[in-house]
Every structure is written in C-alpha cells, then in structure tokens.
C-alpha cells in the first residue's frame, strides 16, 4: 500500500501546519493551521478528508479549521477543544494513549509545549511521526518518548538554534526588573514564565483572564500534559498571585501577538506604561516594533534546540525527516548535524 505525505504548509517558512497523509484507504489532514501574518496567503484545502487530526491550540496549528467542512470528524484532546468553533464535528482523544482511524492506530503523547498538547505516531509505512511544536526543556510540561518511526515530520521552528533554556533564563531574568507586560498564548509559556519567576522570588506577577483560567485548570487535573513533580507548586501560585491589574509589575496577558485581547487593550492606554517583551514568534508588526525600539524581544524556548532535535531523531530512529517550520537555506549542513536524509518535497513510502 502507498502512502503519500503532502506537507502543504509549514515546509520551509515559518508557516500554518497543515500535513496531509493520503493512502488507499484514507485523507488525513494533521493541523489545520492558520495565518501567523494578517496578510498571508492562505493554503489550499485539500478534498476528501477523512479525519482532521490536531496537535495543540495554538492559532498556526488550528485557526485553519473554519475554512474546512464542519462535518468532517476532529480529533484533538479536551482542552484544545475548547479553542475550536461551535458545530465542530470533535472527536476527543487522551493526552497520552491510542485510537483506531480505519486500520491506522495512531498513538499520541504530550509534546511538552502546551496544555493538552500531544505529538502523533501513526503506524503505517515504516511508522510516521508528526511532533506538532514540541519541547524537551519545559519546566513546567512533560514529553512523552515516541516510539520508532521511519519518517519524522519534525517541528524545527528554531532551525538549528542552539541555546539552552537555562542560558535563555539568565538574559531573560533580568528584564523582568522593569514593570513588563508578556504577551502570551495562554496554554504555554505564561503559566511557565509565572512558575519560574515565583521560584525566583518575584511575588507581583499577574495572569489575565484566559491565562488564569488555564492556570485553574492545570491545577484542577493533569490530564498528562504536566510534569507530576510541578504539581503543588502550581496549586501555590495560585493561591498567591494578586488579582490581574495594571499596577502590576509583571503582567502576562493573551494574544500572543500583544495586538488584541488584553495585551493590545492594555498598550492602547494612555496611562499604561510597562514595556512589552516578547518571547516568541514576533508577526510582521511586532517585528517593526522591535527594530524601532518600541518592544523588548527575548526568546523563551519553547521549540527544540539543535540538541533536542538530534534527540529527538535518536529516539525515533528515523531515515527521512521533514523540517518544519523554518527556512531551509543548506540541506547538507542540516543533513549532517541530524544524520537523516532531509525532505523538502511531497514523499511516497510504501506501507
Ligand atoms: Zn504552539
């Protein structure tokens, strides 16, 4: 049986995931990713889908799914659910375990990036691995070690960036000295960001809505996207942090972008004066805004590194490897540091 993978996003950019593996039996798209740049062009949906796989809740993972069928079966964990349009035809699956698409198991595991984050292991041609954004340096989340597999589709958000999350937390440590507002996805790094600086000693730091909702959660149940050792520590920071506003020193607050959502409500105020830090992906407009000055910028790891990749790619033991989300400019060096032969086309195995 032939079986193609057809990344149609997220291959040689930093792009929206979308991945669509085709064999004789099935379509199965994995994310549906949406635009990370209000003008970008938006990837061709494919026809004939048979299941719509998610990884996590991140907008460039799930924000395509509105241009799909709504009948088309999701499958995601519960809390990335929660981020999906109404009507949307869900199928929940666990953090960690498996379930059955036709003859196709497919197995998942917490991908250390997100709550309710998972990877997918599918177990045709060889096994074919999709890490979603992956981590093996959270704090605060847990990864799972996948099983084998012939082909990797790997996130490489940070090409092969190698400095560690420890080093990352020196330079990022002190800028918390200043009164600073983080724009953040709720469900990752600002509960990270919120634990570390209260281990830090740092008691004015304030969570907004959405991110105090996903705090209350985790503290709630694990549903195996968190490190059981954080547990109490994580009950602590919630009984101890002061309500959300702005004479709070530190302030984590959704969107990501710091555009809309609290962040961009709380930048279009006169009186609101704290800087804005970034630690993730800057879009076109905040990237302006960090060449003019306007915006601090230091990256919170929450990609893998090179180390984590060439990791990651010893545990699968895996031949071919899909770099996702990141430029490609030398295959050979890429080739080299991650002992794999790299793929920047549609691929054919045989199951
Ligand atoms: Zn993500």
Redesign the pocket.
């Known amino acids: 049986m032939t079986v193609n993978i057809d990344v149609i996003s997220g291959l040689n950019s930093k792009a929206p995931a979308a991945i669509l593996i085709t064999t004789a039996q099935q379509r199965i798209l994995l994310d549906a990713g949406g635009a990370l740049d209000p003008d970008a062009s938006l990837w061709s949906v494919p026809d004939n889908m048979d299941a719509v796989l998610l ?4 907008v ?2 799930i924000a395509g799914l509105a241009r799909l069928p709504s009948a088309i079966p999701v499958y995601c964990t519960a809390i990335t659910a929660q981020a999906l349009p109404p009507g949307t035809n869900v199928h929940i699956i666990p953090v960690r375990g498996q379930f059955q698409l036709g003859d196709i198991i497919v197995t998942t595991g917490s991908c250390g ?2 709550l309710g ?1 998972v990877w997918f292991h599918l177990n045709i041609a060889g096994g074919i691995f999709y890490s ?2 992956v981590s093996m340096e959270s704090a605060l989340f847990h990864f799972d070690t996948p099983p084998p597999a012939q082909v990797a589709l790997l ?1 490489a958000s940070y090409g092969l960036y190698e400095v560690s999350q420890a080093e990352q937390w020196d330079k990022l440590h002190t800028l918390f000295s200043l009164p600073t507002l983080c724009p953040v ?1 709720p469900s ?1 790094r600002a509960v990270e960001l919120a634990l570390l600086l209260a281990r830090f000693g740092h008691q004015d730091i304030a969570l907004d809505g959405p991110c105090l909702a996903m705090l209350r959660q985790m503290v709630e149940h694990n549903d195996g996207s968190l490190r059981p050792d954080i547990m109490g520590e994580l009950h602590q920071l919630l009984q101890t942090l002061p309500p959300f506003s702005p004479q709070v020193k530190v302030l984590f607050a959704a969107d990501p972008d710091g555009q809309s959502g609290m962040a961009g409500e709380l930048r279009a105020r006169d009186d609101f004066h704290h800087r804005t830090l970034f630690t993730g992906y800057l879009n076109r407009v905040a990237h302006q805004q960090w060449r003019n000055g306007d915006v601090d910028f230091c990256r919170w790891n ?2 893998p590194t090179r180390q984590s990749l060439q990791a990651l790619v010893a545990m699968l033991d895996c031949r071919k490897l899909f770099p996702l989300f990141t430029p490609i400019d030398d295959i050979g060096h890429w080739q080299q540091t991650l002992q794999c032969e790299i793929m920047m086309q549609s691929y054919s195995g045989i199951d």
């Open positions: 990884s996590h809740d991140h460039d993972h990036h997100a984050g979603g954004d996130d996805p990752g929450v990609h």
